[in-house]
């Protein structure tokens, strides 16, 4: 069945019709219900009846719709995204269509973001803001086609978003965005040099209120293959240099974002290139440690044993004892999250790092998982272990 994403304006809803129609999306289906995207319009164009009912309603996250509102109550899960999405929530009230900009960022299927788009054109007309919010949306699709592999499509989604620039207001970002789409479909095409070049292209057009972008498009471009070692230095050189700014920022949201990203992207470059000499590693890992009362206190616990699992995986390569410390006291956060995925996750990396120090006793991961016996559903404990052993047989059947 194809999703319908057929937009109209309608009249305003009320916390309870928000709540029940976030229950009427369907996420498997790709499925928006009709009244969440009528919703989506009337925050885009900022009405404060809307607004006043979005913020009191409390939707289901089932739809992108919902996942910003619950996203925008929910700053402590802030530390942890990307530049552009970070960006957008702290623009959504303050910026014109700035509602529409989160949604795309929430946006999980390439569908439907073009009739949005559209349909904001139609209630706005003649407003240069809507052609930015449609570059986005074009690069988002890109950027979730190529997720899928589908490169023609992503590519087509490239032309259509080049082609808007002209009407757009010249704000830097739709600009950037469109290199930055491009620069990633060099890459799957192996043209390493022009993806470089698109990359640094779209970080000198920034100012310094996206040093965030700055740095993940610099630290991109120091990854690709056969790339001279200088070169790569340079531009991560540079790409710290946009990050540090952010490390006296007032706001403890900013600090924490860029320590989160630096950690993320110093283990990225340490798996792609190990041999270089990555400036920062001391740094990264003291500014993890020290931060741990930052974190407790404007973080999530999510953001938190993310920001563990990197920490225990940059220690792994020059301590790996106090990298096992670090991975149980993320798989302790983990257990008490609930999280599936990333709990298997830590599984798997703790108990690689315990073969590799030669402990067989896996004495600390019994006691997490009888914490988990003692929080979770005995029937989910059982389900997490069955996949567990599937995978641990799995990679005793590779090593033999």
């Known amino acids: 069945m ?3 994403f057929r937009f109209d304006l309608g009249g305003h809803l009320s916390p309870e019709e928000i709540r029940s129609a976030s229950l009427r999306s369907r996420p498997e289906r790709a499925y928006v219900a009709r009244r969440m995207r009528r919703l989506a319009l009337h925050l885009a164009l900022d009405c404060p009846q809307c607004w006043r009912a979005a913020e009191q309603a409390r939707p289901a996250p089932r739809d992108p719709v919902a996942g910003a509102l619950l996203r925008l109550a929910r700053p402590g899960t802030w530390p942890g995204l990307r530049h552009d999405y970070l960006h957008a929530l702290r623009t959504a009230r303050r910026r014109p269509f700035g509602f529409a900009r989160l949604v795309i960022e929430e946006a999980w299927v390439p569908t439907g973001l073009r009739r949005f788009t559209e349909t904001l054109a139609r209630a706005a007309p003649g407003r240069r803001e809507i052609a930015d919010v449609a570059v986005l949306a074009s690069c988002r699709q890109g950027d979730l086609q190529l997720r899928r592999r589908a490169r023609k499509q992503a590519a087509v989604q490239l032309r259509e978003a080049r082609a808007l620039l002209p009407e757009t207001t010249g704000d830097p970002l739709p600009h950037a965005r469109t290199l930055e789409l491009a620069a990633k479909l060099c890459l799957c095409a192996r043209q390493f040099e022009a993806a ?10 920034l100012g310094p209120e996206h040093a965030g972008l700055r740095f993940e498009l610099r630290s991109v471009a120091a990854l690709p293959p056969a790339l001279p070692e200088e070169r790569r230095l340079a531009h991560f050189a540079l790409a710290l ?7 006296q920022a007032a706001d403890p949201v900013d600090r924490l974002y860029a320590l989160c990203s630096r950690a993320r ?18 740094d990264t890992l003291s500014q993890l440690a020290d931060a741990e009362s930052l974190f407790s206190e404007h973080a999530d616990p999510h953001v938190l044993c993310e920001a563990l ?8 390569l020059t ?3 106090a990298a096992l410390n670090v991975y149980l006291r993320a798989l302790e956060g983990w257990t008490e999250i609930g999280d599936v995925e990333p709990f298997m996750a830590a599984v798997n990396e703790t108990t690689a790092l315990q073969r590799i120090l030669g402990r ?3 004495f600390a991961l019994l006691t997490v998982l009888e914490t988990v016996c003692r929080r979770v559903e005995p029937e989910i404990v059982l389900g997490w272990l069955r996949r567990f052993m599937d995978q641990v047989e799995n ?3 590779r090593e033999s």
């Open 319 to 321: 301590d790996p004892v």
């Open 309 to 316: 699992m990197n920490r225990a995986r940059l220690l792994r």
């Open 360 to 362: 067989n006793e896996n």
């Open 241 to 247: 240099a946009d990050l540090d700014r952010l490390r």
């Open 265 to 282: 992207t110093m283990v990225t470059l340490l798996a792609v290139a190990p041999d270089v000499p990555w400036p920062g590693y001391d």
């Open 196 to 205: 470089e070049r698109l990359l640094l292209e779209a970080a000198d057009l």
């Open 395 to 397: 990679i005793d059947e």
């Open 2 to 4: 194809i999703p319908s």
